[in-house]
């Protein structure tokens, strides 16, 4: 879906012969890594590296894929490829291609952890496979306010990689939108342990938490009307501010409880500035709201 498409586990691994070496290995290597496992039936090292090489390539999904060579049944295959420079003397010998050359290689047996780093960093030369730019739609898309085709992108992504810190926020930011608020929290709840601080994630948290008290923000007039009659109404204000958030105006929303902390850093344990670190927390640092907002919180509290 993304470029370098997920292919199911019996597609990553194949065997390839002299017919079969131009398709399998050099046309394929243009668009993702072939690893090429160059083996022999009688070659005791090569049962312990095969399965080693097929678990790290079907662990990659489908960023890599892995071409099997039986070197006896493909002795001319094998003599043409050691003319050309490969070292094919010994076996097992594994051989990387990408764009249509020989990248990187190794012979012999080696552990397991040099197997799975072997191919990580293969991984890597064909970049993300497209996600990036999937993100990216998707999050186009979102702010376009086409939330259906937002949420099968992220969902889509996280079917790739799901431990997407990037879609799985944009997966909860999205239910959000579409005002599916149990969703985005049984999402929220969901996230991998390995990924729930993200930056993406927590940005999601802290909307998720804006929009639940979006749910319940009282009359936006009604409010102002009580904070200008009484200055001094802390609930008013803070009131004020959450409907003002939820109204979509998120710079007034941070006046008022810049406002609430200047009269009363303290009020219902400090409450204001919570309220403001959650807001910052849900935009983009470099957001000019969230800048100014940061600032003139610090020159408050160092005053």
């Known amino acids: 879906m993304f470029g370098t498409e997920t292919k199911p586990a019996q597609q990553l691994v194949k065997d390839v012969t002299e017919a079969t070496f131009m398709t399998e290995v050099v046309d394929a290597s243009m668009s993702v890594p072939v690893i090429v496992d160059f083996w022999a039936p009688w070659c005791g090292p090569c049962k312990q590296l095969g399965p080693q090489l097929e678990a790290a390539v079907e662990a990659a999904k489908g960023k890599v894929v892995m071409a099997k060579i039986n070197v006896d049944e493909n002795q001319r295959l094998a003599q043409v490829l050691a003319q050309q420079g490969l070292p094919l003397q010994s076996i097992p010998t594994v051989v990387a291609f990408f764009e249509g050359r020989p ?3 190794f012979q012999g047996a080696i552990p397991a952890s040099q197997v799975k ?29 086409a939330v259906v085709d937002a949420l099968e992108t992220f969902a889509a992504i996280l079917g790739e990689e799901p431990e997407n810190a990037e879609a799985y926020g944009g997966l909860i930011r999205a239910h959000i939108a579409a005002g599916n608020l149990d969703q985005a929290g049984a999402f929220l709840a969901a996230v991998p342990a390995k990924i729930a601080a993200a930056a993406p994630v927590e940005a999601a948290r802290a ?3 804006l929009a639940r008290q979006a749910a ?16 001094n109404d802390h609930q008013a204000r803070f009131d004020l501010a959450t409907a003002l958030h939820a109204a979509g105006h998120v710079e007034e929303a941070v006046e008022a409880l810049l406002e609430l902390f200047r009269r009363d850093r303290e009020w219902n344990e400090g409450a204001a500035k919570t309220q403001l670190f959650t807001i910052f927390d849900a935009l983009k640092p470099s957001d000019p709201i969230v800048v100014k907002g940061r600032r003139r919180l610090s020159s408050m509290i160092f005053a």
Do not use: S, T, Y
């Not at 319940?216 to 200055?231: C, I, S, T």
């Open 103 to 105: 990248v990187d290689m």
């Open 117 to 145: 780093a072997f191919v990580e960093k293969l991984a890597g030369l064909a970049g993300d496979g497209g996600l990036g730019e999937a993100l990216a739609a998707a999050e186009e898309m979102l702010a376009q306010g």
């Open 207 to 209: 909307q998720l938490a």
């Open 216 to 231: 319940e923000a009282g009359p936006l007039d009604d409010l102002k009307a009580k904070v200008a009659a009484n200055p």
